[in-house]
Structures are given as C-alpha cells and as structure tokens.
C-alpha cells in the first residue's frame, strides 16, 4: 500500500501560469481533502470531497478547483498562479465516518 | 478569525519529563478533537483523538484531555522521547470540515 501519494514534490511557476496537483490514495478511503500550510497559519483546508462525485469549499477556496475524478484520485487547479499560493500542499484522505486523515508528503510549490 | 489556537509556537523538555501541550477554540460546534505529529518535509500523521462526550483518552504514553466549559485541548505526554521531537497539531472537527491549529514544535533534549 502506497496510502497517499501527490506529485508533484516540487514546482517553481511564474506569476499567472497554471498548474494542477495530483493527489491519489489506494486505501478505498471515500473522503479526500485539500489543504495548504503556512508559517505561523497551519493547515487551512482548501477544498474536500466527502464521496466521488462531490466536491464542496473549505476555510479558503479562492483561487483554486478541484476534481474528483474517481475514488481514488482528487486534483487541485491553479488557473492563474499568484504569489500568495507560495505554500505546501498537503492532500488528505479518511474512511467513512472515522475521523482521522491520512496525509500525503506534501508539494511545495513556489509562485515568483 | 483563528478558531483554533496553539498560543506556545515552540516547548523544550528533557527526556523522561512530561511534555504538555495546549490547543484553545472558540467554538462550540466542534465535535471530534484529534492530535497529528509531523516531522519536516513529510505530511502529518495521526496520533490520538477524543470524542466531544469523552474528557479524557489514553494511548501508551500518549493522553489527551478536553474540558468542553473551557474549551480547552491538551496532549500529555509521558516520559517524553527524543523520537517524539516533531511539531504538534491540533485538529478540530464539524462535520466534514477540519480546523487545524498553528501547531507546536517540541524539542525534548537527551
């Protein structure tokens, strides 16, 4: 079992470009999540999923889609990078009503 | 506005010690608290959680307590190691939505 893996690790984009992060879990889990962390801010959640085929805002979703393209896989979409998305993106996924999230490695992404 | 605050950015504590830390909240729709650990460059991961009806719950060296009137969340931990240096986080639970803290970064020194 991989569990949650995103990629990618790293990326460097320029002010405007796009760019999507792709996120997959292998543990059946039916919830996945989008969250970003900064200094001094902690996790902040972006987007989640709650089952395949809904998608629903976090704390702040400006700036940023998602898709749920299947059970397994949620992407999040900058359309026009900005360099206040300088973050780590870190993707979540849990099982049913347990609570606890199982997060992947993270990307670091750089906005310039 | 922060809903969930961890107010100490950083605690040291020698090996053996108790280490003890703190998460506050404003507000009382939250009903599921948990604990995450993380170590640089690697996502956080679960540690231990407490029910909105418990006020206390207990794993190995690991105790969480709640105090809903206060709305107070602490992590004990006891005899603190080494191993567990990492940066704690706090999470708070409505629902689908989570509400992480600031975090915590403990050092405990040999």
């Known amino acids: 079992n991989a569990g949650v893996t995103q990629t990618p690790k790293f990326q460097v984009l320029k002010t405007g470009q796009s760019m999507t992060l792709q996120c997959a879990q292998d543990m059946n889990h039916n919830s996945m999540y989008w969250y970003r962390q900064d200094p001094g801010m902690g996790l902040r959640l972006i987007y989640y999923s709650a089952s395949e085929g809904t998608t629903d805002k976090g704390e702040v979703p400006n700036g940023y889609n998602v898709s749920r393209l299947n059970k397994r896989e949620f992407s999040l979409r900058l359309e026009s990078a900005a360099p206040s998305q300088t973050s780590v993106y870190f993707c979540a996924s849990r099982f049913g009503q347990l609570y606890e999230q199982y997060f992947g490695p993270g990307t670091r992404l750089t906005v310039t | ?110």
């Open chain 2, 1 to 110: 506005d922060q809903q969930v605050k961890q107010n100490s950015p950083s605690l040291s504590v020698q090996e053996g010690r108790i280490s003890i830390l703190n998460c506050d909240y404003t507000n009382s729709m939250f009903d599921y608290f948990l604990w995450y650990k993380k170590y640089p460059a690697e996502g956080p991961t679960f540690l231990i959680s407490i029910s909105s009806i418990k006020d206390k719950n207990e794993d190995g060296r690991f105790t969480v307590f709640l105090n809903k009137s206060a709305k107070h969340l602490s992590l004990h931990i006891v005899p603190s190691q080494p191993g567990d240096s990492a940066v704690y986080f706090c999470a708070l639970s409505t629902g689908n939505q989570f509400y992480f803290g600031t975090g915590t970064s403990l050092t405990v020194i040999p």
